[in-house]
């Protein structure tokens, strides 16, 4: 009766869902923990403007992450705009303008690694129960 209602396959794409959904806020994380710590170094040393702009190897943040979020067309490569002399040694630096709004998404004060363990705990716990329940759901639902 389990493979004629698809109670299988209701719960692999549950599954499928949860794990997608775990992967997301991984990705998230990733993102934010990188611009976090570019925005951190700027502010550190003070990269306000083109004459104090520096290259991501004198802010620490050198890697493909770093070239990768400050690619074109992000929200933080409009705030962290560069300079350059040379395509190889390009200089970083925050705008005033925008140093409180990437504090405030970026800074210190938001949530870490101890919150995305307990949320990913938390999806792998409700995706586990929902799982488990959906045999029962489709029983009582008569479907």
Same mark, same amino acid.
């Given at each position: 009766?389990?493979?004629?209602?698809?109670?299988?396959?209701?719960?692999?794409?549950?599954?499928c869902f949860a794990l997608g959904f775990m992967a997301?806020?991984?990705?998230?994380?990733?993102?934010k923990f990188v611009a976090g710590r570019l925005i951190g170094a700027l502010v550190r040393e003070d990269a306000?403007? /083109?004459?104090?702009? !520096?290259? =991501?190897s004198?802010?620490?943040c050198k890697?493909?992450?770093?070239?990768?979020?400050?690619?074109?067309?992000t929200t933080l490569s409009e705030a962290?705009?560069?300079?350059s002399e040379d395509d190889a040694?390009?200089?970083y630096y925050l705008k005033p303008e925008a140093?409180?709004?990437?504090?405030?998404?970026?800074?210190?004060?938001?949530? /870490?690694?101890?919150? !995305?363990? =307990?949320t990913l705990l938390a999806a792998l716990i409700a995706a586990a129960v929902i799982a488990a329940l959906i045999p029962t759901a489709v029983k009582y639902l008569g479907l």
């Open positions: 009766m389990d493979n004629l209602l698809g109670i299988g396959s209701a719960k692999q794409l549950w599954w997301a806020c991984v990705w998230a994380f990733c993102v306000c403007d /083109g004459k104090s702009a !520096l290259t =991501l004198q802010l620490g890697g493909f992450l770093y070239r990768f979020a400050l690619r074109k067309g962290v705009p560069f300079v040694e390009k200089r140093k409180e709004k990437m504090l405030q998404k970026y800074g210190e004060g938001t949530k /870490g690694l101890m919150s !995305l363990v =307990l």
